[in-house]
């Protein structure tokens, strides 16, 4: 009883019940709706388990069977293929949206509003219209490049230029990498500039040497979530590919070129109703994507400046 | 004294009314029927579906229904989330043989259901009872038959000077051969030239001759004739069957007409056909359009051209398969109230309401008795068609179905897809390699079903 009498408890006692029990909610909602469905889903991947049926235990054979799956490694590769196309283009151009948008110019607020309000908008209805601006005879993006003189390719219904389009796709929501830079942006000293300047530097050489160094953490932090983004990728090309009708339906498609990790999982879990395999194919993800953003923290140390690390190195 | 008694009682009467009336109100149990898997969704079948419900609900006093519609292709999602999620609807359907093959374990068997009030189903026509049994339970009763047919558009074989193909069963002119000769000349470039003209042009194209957009893999392929017919396997289900040379020469019959005589659309041109809003048929940029009986409840909504029905050529066998979906509706294991899911399932398929229901879906009434009714209804709707063409196909049914169950059924429909897919959109053009390769497939997968379900 003594125990919970608070009245005894020290200051920094008091202060630790008051932040855990602040801290309760989501950690109780964590345990039970994340780490609750991880865990049951790590012991499903070690059963056979259909949904209607009760799981049966076969231990590591969902995941033996999975490096022998054509389709598990044609899935990967779709992703990967998705990932080197569309992360690069999308930090690019959200930094380079950024940099423009930093500029001291008349109307610049409207201007961020404008290239910001494509990523607030719902990813399903989005999709319907890119599928619609993509269709390769009436959608508006062959319509324009008949006018520049060229030949569209047919998009969505091309096994070769489905996920260049998908990647194209996923520019419409460069807006939050872009505000995140912009913060970035305008939290670089402004007196870093004015030094470089009286030392000789254009503009070139201060965005080379000063702006880059300094964005590096941000960089950093959109590649980490570019990257989980990446393997995550699901809505648009369930959509994309479920909104054609008939013998032309096909998830993944057009032959196969969109089936993407996710797609797959997805699949697995809820058309194939072989849901230990799918959790097996969800933590061989995790694994991944784990791996992946390690090698990515690893390596910041190579090229992520953080100023206040070199002041306390310095001092 | 007598006052304040009185008075108690009527407070005790208001208590008993106020306690009671919710409880009497709640007797009434609601059998919410889930819809969407198959047809069902079109807008217009949807005020439809409400009336009917209404039509029940003012004639029973212990059981309401609630029809509910959800989007086809988050149909299946949805039904196995509710059917994990322990809110399975009491009543799904209409549901397609594949359907059925594809939530297989979570029916209920109604036989039992059958056998205790001893109902008679004579009434039913043999055959849609039989495409509802599977050697372990009888999964619903029928509902109706989706026979095929080949629309054609009038107003575009007049254009073209081509004769309207046959109404005739017996006439075996009318085959594969003849179909891709008068669909190549129905098929257009921009300029107005044929498929069968030097100066056509196939990367322009505005309208073909021929399409059977609106099916899958397995369905695209029946028709041909291999000796397992709509299924890819063997009868005992351990050999893949999906490179018979029937199915070869099915597919690359298909592959040439894309792209070879260009007389049916590719992939790409078939999304701009859909692209135009309506459905393949009613966009009148197609002579021939091979469907079924479903679409006449979810298409031909005021066209703008004249139009009948053909039956589905002889295939290169002399042999005319032509394929058949049958509805039900079936109780999912887990429902709640499955005795009064079973009587809203008798009263759906009641020579009452039998028609009505199918005018509904679109599709011939399982029952022998409703055919007459059906037909005279259907010929108000649609007084131009040749009623005769519809019924008679049903004698042409693809056995092993299109549709049937096989192990691991939505995998091995994707393989077969995987194989349209790639002819579709020119990926690969050569139907013996492509179907080497499915049937490669397939087999694995068979293997691994029987390697886990051997014992």
């Known amino acids: 009883m003594r125990f919970f009498n608070m009245r005894d408890w020290t200051l920094a006692r008091r202060e630790a019940a008051a932040g855990y029990m602040y801290v309760a909610p989501w950690v109780v909602g964590f345990l039970l709706l994340t780490v609750g469905p991880m865990l049951a889903s790590l012991y499903f991947s070690f059963t056979d388990y259909d949904i209607v049926s009760s799981p049966r235990w076969i231990g590591i054979q969902n995941y033996t069977q999975l490096f022998q799956d054509p389709l598990f490694w044609k899935s990967l590769q779709v992703t990967l293929y998705f990932a080197i196309l569309s992360l690069p283009s999308s930090l690019v151009t959200g930094f380079f949206l950024a940099v423009l948008l930093n500029q001291n110019v008349r109307g610049i607020r409207i201007w961020r509003t404008i290239y910001f309000l494509p990523s607030v908008l719902s990813g399903v209805a989005v999709t319907l219209v890119w599928i619609t601006m993509f269709n390769p005879q009436v959608g508006v993006v062959n319509q324009i490049l008949e006018i520049l003189g060229f030949k569209g390719p047919s998009w969505l219904s091309d096994p070769d230029w489905a996920l260049p389009a998908l990647a194209i796709m996923a520019l419409w929501g460069v807006g939050q990498n872009m505000i995140i830079y912009l913060a970035g942006l305008q939290s670089v000293p402004q007196d870093m500039y004015d030094a470089a300047k009286v030392d000789g530097a254009n503009a070139w050489q201060s965005f080379r040497s000063i702006t880059i160094p300094m964005m590096s953490p941000v960089l950093f932090y959109n590649l980490v979530l570019g990257l ?56 061989i993800l995790f694994i991944i994507v784990l791996i992946l953003t390690a090698l990515i923290f690893k390596s910041s140390s190579m090229w992520v400046y953080y100023e206040g690390e070199l002041r306390s190195k310095s001092e | 004294m007598t006052r304040r008694f009185g008075w108690i009682a009527v407070l005790i009467v208001c208590l008993i009314s106020l306690v009671a009336a919710p409880a009497l109100a709640q007797e009434k149990v609601k059998v919410t029927i889930f819809v969407g898997l198959g047809t069902g969704t079109d807008p217009d079948q949807i005020p439809k579906q409400e009336a009917l419900a209404e039509k029940f609900n003012s004639t029973h006093d212990t059981i309401e229904i609630e029809f509910l519609i959800v989007p086809n292709t988050e149909s299946r999602t949805r039904l196995q989330a509710m059917l994990t999620g322990d809110s399975a609807p009491q009543l799904v359907g209409p549901n397609g043989i594949s359907t059925i093959a594809a939530f297989f374990e979570s029916w209920e068997d109604i036989t039992p259901y059958i056998e205790a009030e001893n109902f008679d189903t004579s009434d039913f026509y043999e055959t849609s009872l039989e495409l509802n049994k599977y050697p372990t339970i009888n999964t619903g009763l029928p509902l109706g038959l989706f026979p095929s047919f080949v629309l054609y558009n009038k107003d575009i074989f007049d254009a073209a000077g081509v004769d309207y193909p046959t109404s005739d069963y017996a006439d075996t002119s009318w085959t594969l051969d003849d179909l891709k000769a008068r669909a190549m000349l129905m098929s257009l470039d921009s300029a107005g030239n044929d498929a069968t003209s030097p100066d056509f042009d196939a990367e322009d194209m505005v309208q073909w001759g021929y399409s059977d957009a609106w099916t899958d893999g397995r369905g695209s392929l029946t028709m041909f004739g291999a000796p397992d017919v709509g299924r890819p396997t063997t009868a005992d289900y351990k050999t893949a069957t999906a490179n018979s040379e029937e199915w070869v020469y099915g597919l690359q019959w ?81 429902a709640q109230h499955k005795q009064e899911a ?32 059906f037909r005279a209804a259907l010929q108000e709707k649609f007084p131009d068609m040749n009623m005769d063409v519809v019924f008679e196909a049903i004698n042409y049914l693809d056995s092993p179905n299109h549709e049937s169950w096989v192990p691991e059924w939505g995998r091995v429909g994707d393989a077969v897809g995987f194989a349209w897919s790639q002819i579709g959109t020119g990926e690969n053009t050569d139907a013996k390699a492509v179907l080497d390769q499915t049937n490669t497939e397939i087999q694995q997968i068979l293997d691994e079903y029987w390697a886990s379900h051997s014992s």
């Not at chain 1, 697995?268 to 194919?281: C, K, L, P, Q, V």
């Not at chain 2, 589905?312 to 079936?330: E, W």
């Not at chain 2, 399932?345 to 879906?361: D, F, G, N, R, S």
Request: one cysteine or more.
């Open chain 1, 228 to 283: 989980i983004g990446t393997f995550s990728y699901f809505t648009q090309v369930y959509i994309a590919s479920s909104s054609v009708s008939g013998a032309s339906r096909e998830l993944g498609g057009p032959a196969r070129s969109t089936l993407f990790y996710n797609l797959y999982l997805f699949q697995n879990a809820f058309r194939y109703g072989r849901m230990g395999y799918a959790s097996a194919m969800a933590w």
């Open chain 2, 342 to 373: 079973w009587e809203v399932m008798k009263w759906l398929t009641a020579p009452e309401q039998i028609v009505e229901v199918c005018l509904i879906y679109g599709c011939v009434p399982a029952r022998e008795s409703a055919a007459e009714t």
């Open chain 2, 254 to 334: 298909l592959s040439d007409g894309i792209w070879k005589d260009h007389f049916i659309p590719n992939n790409e041109q078939s999304a701009s056909i859909e692209a135009t809003g309506a459905a393949p048929f009613d966009s009148g940029l197609l002579g021939m359009f091979y469907t079924h009986t479903w679409y006449l409840g979810e298409g031909l909504n005021d066209v703008p051209f004249e139009w009948d029905v053909a039956p589905l050529p002889f295939n290169q066998k002399g042999q005319r398969i032509a394929r058949i979906h049958a509805d039900n509706f079936t109780i999912p294991k887990i």
